[in-house]
């Protein structure tokens, strides 16, 4: 995710701790870890949390707190997959957020399938409940059928982290096209001279919110690189 970052903004500096500071770049993450306070030193930096101050609801954003294009990048690490559906809503807010030629930094866990995995593809009314040791998902579809699931998966940190949908590689660069935004760069392969060791799971994608457009989509962008 780092290196992405100043590969973008820094690419005579890509290690980040030895960066000059860029204090005109504006960015927020999406409850970043780890590298948020180093991020906040080096730039116009704000991490961001759904269900804590300083919030930032990227499906129903505050526009009086988040300006219309005020970013020039996001970084969004392992989130997209917990935003109930449907999560075009959330890219369309990265897009809104971004200036012209800004750029989202995102990772979620993928797959090599064609098509993304809804985990429940008819929500609409639900809940979560406990039955015993087990939490189970019931969901009252818009047409009246009652559905249960317990086979939930969580992921840990604080916060709600259920798993609604597993990407799939052309799933993600599809909803950023859908949204907008172009694939920039994809990085899904070790970089040994900066000690980054991605394995085949790993899957960073840089989403460019194209340069002269105000907010709008552009016409779709084909990625030429070969993610399957």
């Known amino acids: 995710m780092m290196y992405a970052v100043t590969?973008?903004?820094?690419?005579?500096?890509?290690?980040?701790?030895r960066m000059k500071s860029r204090k005109n770049i504006r960015g927020a993450g999406f409850s970043d870890w780890g590298y948020a306070r180093?991020?906040?030193?080096?730039?116009?930096?704000?991490?961001?949390?759904y269900d804590h101050k300083p919030k930032l609801d990227i499906c129903n954003v505050d526009w009086k707190r988040w300006p219309l294009e005020s970013l020039d990048f996001i970084t969004c690490t392992d989130v997209l997959e917990h935003i109930e559906p449907p999560v075009g809503r959330a890219f369309d807010g990265i897009r809104r957020l971004l200036k012209p030629g800004g750029a989202a930094i995102i990772t979620v866990p993928t797959s090599r399938q064609p098509?993304?995995?809804?985990?429940?593809?008819?929500?609409?009314?639900?809940?979560i409940e406990?039955?015993?040791?087990?939490?189970?998902?019931?969901n009252h579809r818009r047409d009246?059928?009652?559905?249960r699931f317990d086979d939930l998966h969580f992921h840990g940190g604080g916060g709600f982290t259920l798993e609604f949908r597993r990407f799939s590689r052309r799933g993600l660069i599809g909803s950023v096209e859908q949204a907008g935004l172009r694939v920039a760069a994809i990085y899904d392969q070790p970089i040994p001279a900066y000690?980054?060791?991605?394995?085949?799971?790993?899957?960073?994608?840089v989403a460019e919110k194209?340069?002269?457009e105000k907010d709008g989509k552009d016409s779709q962008q084909n990625n030429l690189r070969n993610v399957m």
């Open 7 to 17: 590969a973008r903004f820094s690419p005579d500096e890509l290690v980040l701790a």
């Open 38 to 49: 180093l991020l906040a030193k080096k730039f116009n930096y704000v991490n961001t949390f």
């Open 115 to 127: 098509a993304t995995c809804e985990r429940f593809p008819d929500l609409h009314q639900w809940r």
């Open 130 to 138: 406990t039955e015993g040791e087990r939490r189970v998902l019931v």
């Open 144 to 147: 009246g059928r009652i559905e």
């Open 195 to 205: 000690g980054i060791p991605l394995c085949e799971y790993s899957f960073v994608l």
């Open 210 to 212: 194209p340069s002269g």
